[in-house]
């Protein structure tokens, strides 16, 4: 009788025991992932430069008003940015890169800027405490001169909207990319992407 209490015992403690790997070892609980630390990664703008032009100290961002035109104001994206596979894009906290900041790819001359979900353009070069360049491609040459112009007949405090310049000899005037715009208002800027800082509460 004790034997077979004794037998009963072990096979229970067998029966407990985790169970073997195919490859031998012994299973291990998974660690559980923590929560997200973006949101106390170093954050920063885009801003434009240098402090001689019109829009110096303004900030990138988008209009949702014209199907995400890339814009400078007041108030722009103070983020985490990535800068992977020649692009820029946003990254939200603890989140995907999303938006992607795009060249009008069919514009010849004043190549607009705009935000996509996707990916199109690649020839960015882009870091921290560095001009946004964009670098050659079979259209144009390497460039990091920007324009930004106001829409006609709008408000001192709506955003600047932002193209990319490249060589021509097309006048603002007859620009196709510019039609709706003041061209009377355009300034010749960089963007420089600012070192990062730590976000603060309030």
Same mark, same amino acid.
């Given at each position: ?52 032009? %019109? /829009? &110096?100290?303004?900030?990138?961002? #988008?209009? $949702?008003?014209?199907?995400?035109? *890339?814009?400078?104001? @007041? !108030? ?55 001009? %946004? /360049? &964009?670098?050659?491609?079979?259209? #144009?040459? $390497?460039?990091?001169?920007?324009? *930004?112009?106001?829409? @006609? !007949? ?49």
């Amino acid at each position: 009788m004790y034997a077979l209490s004794v037998l009963a015992s072990l096979l229970a403690v067998v029966s407990a025991s985790p169970a073997p790997m195919p490859d031998g070892t012994i299973g291990v609980p998974q660690p559980t992932i923590g929560p997200c630390t973006d949101s106390i990664k170093p954050h920063a703008h885009i801003v434009a430069t240098p402090d001689t032009t %019109l /829009v &110096a100290g303004l900030q990138l961002t #988008y209009d $949702t008003a014209t199907s995400g035109r *890339a814009t400078l104001t @007041t !108030s722009g994206y103070y983020t985490l940015w990535d800068f992977s596979n020649g692009g820029v894009a946003v990254k939200p906290d603890c989140g995907s890169p999303a938006p992607w900041l795009n060249i009008d790819p069919v514009a010849t001359e004043y190549r607009p800027l705009y935000w996509n979900k996707t990916q199109i353009t690649t020839n960015w070069s882009a870091s921290y405490g560095n001009d %946004l /360049v &964009a670098k050659e491609t079979k259209q #144009y040459n $390497t460039t990091s001169t920007f324009i *930004a112009c106001k829409r @006609t !007949s709008v408000v001192k405090s709506a955003p600047w909207y932002l193209f990319l310049l490249t060589p021509t000899t097309v006048p603002l005037t007859s620009a196709p990319s510019l039609r709706g715009f003041d061209t009377t208002t355009c300034v010749k800027t960089r963007l420089t992407v600012e070192l990062p800082t730590y976000p603060t509460t309030p």
